[in-house]
């Protein structure tokens, strides 16, 4: 029977947050980078092992965020390269930005010497270790299907009227639209799932059009109502229903139908409908067109 003590656990975990000042003197940021926060990506597994192969620590820079806000569409892991999150750090609630390819390595020993004050809270830890997962295991829709969000154009549902006809971007391209509302929109919202009926990986061709299904989840929040976090994803679900009524399909690339576009909650928003859905990461649409 071994009679070799137990090894001391450290304090260090996944989303500790490396105090600026031990960052600074290590060399790991700049001087001049004032708003850079540095937190652990490692898993806890490998932070804990004393094995030969694990004696380096990654990494992840995030920045304040100087608008004080997150944005909508980089919430919730749902951007695979940009996470926001709003996370209290002494006493102080900051918007933060994290970069997938802001990372570093540095050796496990120059921490062990230190302990971590802070650590991410326990939504924006679990939102974080999807969010870094997701890089290599994202839900990969048709090809065909992302290239016809792109090739489409919608109008604004907010500016159909016909009185101000000069001032609606009729060839505003759908991808965009999307993003823009998502954006605006997106900060209360957890997930957006789809479905395209058994072809999640069909490459269809453009004479074939995808039917499309759509669910808005929002977070479930201490303190708000059923109906305030319905009434949330509602507002969302039904200008992305609006934009895929109002578009216009090159028939090149082919079309999309929009069967339906549900609001519904975390707590409603079962693991079966999860199973039966694609997280939709929406990070290729583009803004950066000519429209």
């Known amino acids: 029977m071994s009679t070799e003590a137990p090894r001391k656990l450290h304090p260090w975990r996944q989303g500790s947050l490396v105090e600026p000042g031990l960052a600074l003197e290590k060399g790991w940021v700049n001087s001049d980078e004032t708003d850079a926060l540095l937190f652990v990506a490692t898993h806890d597994c490998d932070l804990q092992t004393a094995a030969e192969g694990a004696q380096f620590v990654e990494l992840i820079k995030c920045i304040k965020l100087t608008t004080g806000r997150t944005s909508g569409k980089h919430v919730s892991g749902q951007h695979a390269r940009i996470l926001h999150i709003e996370q209290e750090i002494d006493s102080a609630l900051l918007a933060l930005s994290l970069d997938q390819t802001q990372k570093i390595v540095v050796k496990k020993e120059d921490l062990l010497d230190h302990a971590?004050?802070?650590?991410?809270?326990?939504?924006?830890?679990?939102?974080?270790?999807?969010?870094?997962?997701?890089?290599?295991s994202r839900s990969a829709l048709p090809d065909s299907f992302e290239q016809r969000l792109k090739a489409a154009h919608t109008i604004s549902p907010d500016k159909t009227d016909n009185k101000h006809a000069d001032k609606v971007k009729k060839d505003r391209r759908l991808s965009n639209a999307l993003l823009s509302v998502i954006t605006e929109l997106g900060n209360p919202i957890e997930g957006i799932y789809l479905t395209l009926e058994g072809k999640e990986s069909i490459e269809l061709k453009p004479e074939e059009p995808y039917s499309l299904g759509i669910a808005v989840v929002s977070h479930s929040k201490k303190g708000q109502s059923a109906q305030q976090q319905i009434g949330e994803a509602t507002k969302l679900a039904d200008k992305i229903k609006a934009?895929?009524?109002?578009?216009?399909?090159?028939?090149?690339?082919?079309?999309?139908?929009i069967k339906s576009c549900v609001p519904t909650t975390e707590r409603d928003f079962s693991l079966y409908h999860a199973k039966r859905t694609l997280r939709w990461n929406y990070d290729y649409l583009s803004v950066n067109d000519d429209e």
């Open 243 to 257: 934009l895929f009524e109002l578009s216009s399909w090159d028939k090149s690339v082919g079309s999309v139908i």
């Open 116 to 136: 971590p004050k802070h650590i991410l809270s326990d939504q924006n830890l679990r939102t974080f270790s999807r969010w870094l997962a997701s890089r290599y």
